[in-house]
């Protein structure tokens, strides 16, 4: 008799901003993991919210403060549900701009290793910043690879067998 295999849920951290860049890298993992019916891509812009502040206009601080009069306080709470319930997170630590620091991003890695004990692959793209480089952070990640795609293959790699 075949053990029945565990389905793992992922889920996507990093900078959610209008630079189209944050929803693209998100969706190439979705697609890298189409294969995989084990694997359930966790992501955070994949709502009816965030696809509408996908098309806003303003940045930085001016962003910030469109999404938290849209949504109220429900993001914090909704993500670390989120991140509660993942095997594994994915972040990307390569995009960020000084006007949009990883603010939100840096609590979904402390709640992962501090609060939940699930493993953090960063993507780094070869970018060398405070969040890729500041230690506290880099205590935070399990592993780091250069691109998306190493991180699907890491997740195929170490999560699928059990």
């Known amino acids: 008799m075949e053990k029945k295999k565990k389905r793992h849920f992922v889920y996507l951290a990093g900078n959610i901003s209008n630079d189209p860049r944050t929803y693209e890298w998100r969706e190439k993992f979705e697609s890298a993991m189409e294969d995989e019916p084990k694997v359930i891509v966790v992501n955070p812009c994949a709502n009816k919210f965030n696809q509408a502040m996908r098309n806003a206009t303003a940045d930085g601080l001016a ?14 709470a909704k993500d670390y ?6 095997s594994a ?12 620091p990883l603010v939100g991003t840096i609590q979904e890695l402390t709640w992962a290793r501090d609060v939940f004990y699930v493993p953090v692959i960063a993507i780094t793209e070869g970018v060398d910043n405070i969040y890729t ?4 952070i880099d205590e935070c990640c399990s592993a780091k690879v ?3 795609e190493e991180a699907a293959d890491m997740i195929k790699i170490f999560f699928l067998d059990y």
């Open 133 to 136: 480089s500041h230690p506290w």
């Open 81 to 86: 549900q989120l991140v509660k319930m993942c």
């Open 63 to 76: 962003f910030a403060k469109e999404a938290k009069k849209r949504s109220q306080k429900i993001l914090r």
């Open 146 to 148: 250069g691109t998306v």
């Open 89 to 100: 997170i994915v972040v990307n630590l390569a995009l960020s701009s000084p006007e949009k």
